[in-house]
């Protein structure tokens, strides 16, 4: 079956996806948009609310990162089977999520003052708020959100690249269980190999 990703060249939102992509064998082609040619109107246009990732199967699209990184774990035995556990993993991916917003703005704030107060309560508050309790739920569960290794660790480890991408950071030094998920996914079979040969990127 053709699949199709389509994202920035950034680590960003669509990255994770690519790791589970990737890490599950599965054939896809990573079609990346220049970040810096943004908005590229052809592309934009064909996007149901004009942002990506877009994920393409079967003569079917997909938007909104969270849903596509679901729909393809629950393919590759990602997603776990029982229904509240299911809910659990969903839950962390939103507190992941509420998370990244915050860095959001920061990184749409035009305004320097605004934008150097954004950062720093970044780095002075919302770091420590929510990776602290990641830390704790990882800690629970020998290391995963889960009982094993679902799509969400992956979307942790997307959202620590692209912070410290935005932030010029290693946010995960200070938070040791994560920093362990971090290695974990990257040394995955197929992530790791994916690592090696993609560009670095820059913003
Ligand atoms: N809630 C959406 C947010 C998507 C989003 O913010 N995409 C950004 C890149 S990470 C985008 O397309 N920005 C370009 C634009 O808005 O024109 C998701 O999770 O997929």
Known sequence: MARKLHYF????????IRYILHYAGQKFEDVQYDV????????????????????????????QSLAIARYIASQVHLLPTDA????????????IYDYWSKVVTYIKETDPVKKAAYKKEILEEFINFY???????LKKNNGFFGKKLTWVDFVLV???EATNLFL?????????????????V???????EYIAKRTPYQV
């Open 186 to 192: 990257r040394s995955l079979p197929g992530v790791k």
């Open 158 to 160: 997307g959202i620590v």
């Open 9 to 16: 060249n950034v680590n960003g939102l669509g990255e994770p």
């Open 168 to 184: 010029g950071i290693e946010v995960q030094k200070q938070f040791p269980t994560v920093q362990t998920l971090v290695t974990k």
């Open 131 to 137: 990776f602290s309790r990641f830390e704790k739920e």
């Open 84 to 95: 509240w556990e299911q809910a659990e993993i969903d839950a962390v991916a939103l507190n």
């Open 36 to 63: 810096k040619k943004w908005p590229i109107p052809h592309v934009k246009d064909f996007l149901p609310y004009g942002q990506l990732p877009l994920y393409e199967e079967g003569g079917k699209t997909l938007n």
